[in-house]
């Protein structure tokens, strides 16, 4: 599976950006895919997972009920959807497909990673 993430950009506190994952392979309708970030001096951390199907989500604190991620099987794209943004999710975000059916947080728990795409929030 490869994948390229895409949709960053600067943005002002309170606004919303749409972050898109285009992902080719054949394995990607069977992957669970996830999002992470890292931001200036910080680790990787983990944004928000969907199961293979879409019907399971998971998502991190800070992001929950803030931040929605979905998928296209048919069209082999992931997204996420990011309102109310605030200055604590800049950051580099990282798209990642794990091959298992299960949904993992962890950076472990995924096997491949795309290159990131750049959010930044003015305050």
């Known amino acids: 599976v490869q994948l390229q993430a895409s949709g960053g950009g600067l943005v002002q506190a309170g606004g919303s950006l749409r972050l898109s994952c285009a992902a080719s392979?054949?394995?990607?309708?069977?992957?669970?895919m996830g999002w992470f970030r890292q931001a200036p001096g910080k680790e990787r951390e983990f944004v928000a997972g969907?199961?293979?199907?879409?019907?399971?989500?998971v998502y991190a604190d800070s992001v929950k009920g803030r931040f929605t991620i979905s998928r296209d099987n048919a069209k082999n794209r992931m997204y996420l959807q990011m309102n109310s943004l605030n200055h604590e999710d800049t950051a580099v975000y990282y798209c990642?497909?794990?091959?298992?059916?299960?949904?993992?947080?962890?950076?472990?728990?995924?096997?491949?990673w795309g290159q990131g795409t750049l959010v930044t929030v003015s305050s």
């Open positions: 969907i199961s293979w199907r879409g019907g399971g989500t």
């Open positions: 392979g054949r394995t990607f309708s069977s992957s669970v």
């Open positions: 990642a497909a794990r091959l298992s059916t299960r949904l993992g947080t962890g950076q472990n728990d995924y096997d491949y």
